[in-house]
């Protein structure tokens, strides 16, 4: 598969008025964005999920945490304790069979339901953050300024 770049502009300028923000506030307002952001994904996901697998298409969801046996597997990215960061998933739960429904095995052709959603809506999830993010600190900046 060939790589696709994707380039998307002001998020620097974003940035920086997140580190204006007190660090639990940005968190917050990351969390929103993403949640947000991802529900269009996570309903397109699940609309693929092959019906067969009616657990499989149950579980799909947005959310920060991610089951025991998903925190073991996934690799940990080391966040600056500096900035406000956050890290959303999106994608089937704890079900040990998901990935071989997306991928298949020797016994079973794929099923794809996640890169195919994940494809679809990538440009417009990018779009939706920086539109959200923009909205969500001038509201959060508003909220602190009015506090005192």
Do not use: C
Request: overall charge positive; aromatic content about 4%.
């Amino acid at each position: 598969m060939a790589r696709q770049t994707v380039r998307v502009e002001g998020l620097r300028e974003l940035d920086r008025a997140l580190g204006e923000l007190p660090k639990r506030t940005g968190k917050a307002v990351l969390r929103r964005v993403l949640k947000k952001a991802s529900e269009p994904l996570a309903a397109e996901m699940e609309a693929g999920a092959p019906v067969a697998a009616g657990e499989l298409k149950e579980s799909v969801a947005a959310s920060t945490k991610l089951s025991a046996r998903q925190k073991r597997i996934q690799k940990r990215a080391t966040a600056r304790e500096d900035k406000a960061t956050a890290e959303f998933y999106v994608g089937a739960g704890a079900l040990p069979q998901a990935h071989l429904q997306e991928f298949g095995t020797k016994d079973q052709p794929p099923q794809p339901f996640a890169r195919p959603a994940w494809d679809r809506n990538k440009m417009g999830i990018l779009r939706s953050i920086k539109t959200l993010l923009a909205s969500e600190i001038k509201k959060a900046a508003e909220r602190i300024r009015k506090k005192g």
